[in-house]
């Protein structure tokens, strides 16, 4: 019915006409060619445009790159210049990131409410007296917590962190460590912050002008630094600063990691000082905090001293008289080769330590122990720089602390006895030769060390039975 024919239309009809492809008409030519133009376009898609033109030619560079270096990945990406849109949206996210970070922080009220909490909520041992808790009152403080704290204070209550803490016989863990363990991590990621806000190429590190200003930027809330004199802050900075470097920056990159300066002990006797206590300290006992006051106010003093020309620099004579001259002539000259830089050509000053390399120096002679004072000390007595002593070597070194002990009045010594003495006590691992390695692993490389380049170091070695007498009398009598 539906596929006969009507109104006198039969099957000679013609057939229905095919529609051209649009490429084909003339129309869609002409209106392709003036877009591709861009002058039928506004302003916003003329910016779209050449925005992709610039993609594409970018993305076409990369892949002409890559083909050129073959396999080689890109491991080097130029830092973006001063002022320009990429510095500066980089500066912006790290503001907005380091802020957020910071607000997550528990400020000192969040650090007292939560202390509250523990103790109003714990149980006491009657066997210690020591405030306790298990898991469940561990996890009714934490909901107390979150509740007059808020939400920022609930990753300090995990399940692993409970588990991180020494347990009794009844699964309870004491609040104490606990409370120490939050205050020290929200300290160390304060620091982090702060130190974060100072890095001004955003790399993770910090160099020393950085850390300088950091370390000024503590002083106010240093209890026993505030009375510092504003005229010696600067001088106090750049002391302060260098044993970060000489621990955290062994390779003298003029850069420290700053996971390294918040993992190193430096940190740690920095944030000391924060203690006020009403206790009389004797000078000795500031001294050992080569972060006290009377520490680096020490070490300019000695400095200042030992420069009888007043040029700013010590010469190898001025640098014997350290320690009342106890070292040996044949270690200031190493320390001389291997340490201190050459000044340029005709320069007065080619062969004189500067106050930063003085500083390494106390710190190497101060830190003896030390795995970085150890390697700045093995360095000078490696006469021949082969990575290991013999026993020719230890001989030439020892001569000289035997002349001194000599002109001292002691009483006459085999010089083969002391490297006989010396092999014993480090026991290395080739007969023939000490390595550093070797003066590490026998903990006792500082002592070695202090009796090859020190009479006063070999005479405490020789009298430790005495010293060690004469320090167990006083704790007997007290």
């Not at 202390?115 to 909901?143: P, Q």
């Not at 460590?177 to 620091?191: D, E, I």
């Not at 905090?289 to 007043?310: E, G, H, P, V």
């Not at 002109?407 to 006459?412: K, L």
Request: hydrophobic share 35%.
């Amino acid at each position: 019915m539906y596929s006969g024919s009507s109104d006198g239309e039969g099957p000679e009809a013609p057939a229905q006409r095919k529609i051209p492809p649009a490429s084909s008409m003339l129309w869609v030519r002409n209106l392709r060619r003036y877009i591709g133009s861009g002058a039928g376009l506004g302003s916003e898609a003329l910016m779209e445009l050449e925005t992709k033109r610039i993609l594409l030619d970018i993305f076409k560079e990369k892949q002409q790159k890559s083909a050129e270096a073959g396999t080689i990945p890109s491991f080097y990406k130029k830092k973006p210049e001063e002022g320009s849109i990429s510095h500066r949206v980089q500066r912006l996210a790290k503001y907005r990131f380091l802020k957020k970070q910071s607000d997550l922080l528990l400020n000192a009220d969040d650090l007292d409410a939560m202390w509250v909490c523990l103790r109003e909520n714990c149980v006491i041992d009657d066997a210690t007296g020591a405030e306790k808790m298990n898991y469940e009152d561990f996890c009714h403080i934490a909901s107390v917590c979150t509740e007059q704290i808020g939400p920022k204070c609930r990753r300090f209550f995990s399940p692993s962190n409970f588990m991180k803490f020494e347990k009794d016989e009844s699964g309870r863990i004491a609040i104490l460590p606990f409370y120490l363990y939050v205050m020290r991590t929200v300290s160390l990621t304060q620091a982090r912050i702060d130190m974060s806000e100072l890095d001004e190429d955003s790399d993770g590190f910090l160099q020393p002008h950085e850390m300088e200003a950091y370390i000024r930027g503590l002083i106010p809330n240093l209890a026993q630094l505030r009375d510092m004199p504003a005229a010696f802050v600067q001088m106090y900075c750049r002391i302060a600063a260098h044993k970060f470097f000489f621990f955290c920056d062994p390779h003298r990159r003029g850069k420290a990691c700053i996971k390294k300066i918040l993992l190193s002990n430096c940190l740690q006797e920095l944030m000391e000082l924060h203690q006020e206590t009403e206790e009389e300290i004797t000078d000795t006992e500031q001294a050992e905090n080569w972060f006290s006051l009377t520490s680096a106010q020490r070490i300019c003093d000695m400095f200042l001293a030992l420069d009888k020309d007043m040029n700013g620099t010590l010469s190898k004579q001025e640098l014997r008289e350290y320690a009342d001259g106890t070292l040996t002539d044949i270690f200031i000259e190493r320390v001389f080769d291997e340490h201190v830089r050459r000044g340029k050509i005709g320069g007065g000053n080619a062969r004189e330590m500067d106050f930063e390399s003085f500083l390494d120096f106390v710190l190497a002679l101060e830190n003896k122990d030390a795995p970085e004072g150890l390697t700045y000390l093995f360095r000078c007595l490696d006469l021949h720089g082969r990575g290991f002593l013999t026993t020719a070597d230890i001989h030439t070194l020892f001569r000289d602390v035997h002349q001194k002990w000599i002109e001292g009045g002691n009483y006459e010594l085999c010089i083969e006895d002391v490297r006989d003495e010396i092999w014993d006590m480090v026991k290395p691992a080739d007969p023939l030769r000490i390595s550093l390695a070797d003066l590490l692993s026998c903990k006792q490389g500082g002592t070695v060390a202090s009796m090859l380049i020190d009479v006063r170091g070999f005479w405490a070695h020789d009298n430790r039975e005495n010293l060690l007498q004469e320090e167990e009398e006083p704790q007997e009598e007290g």
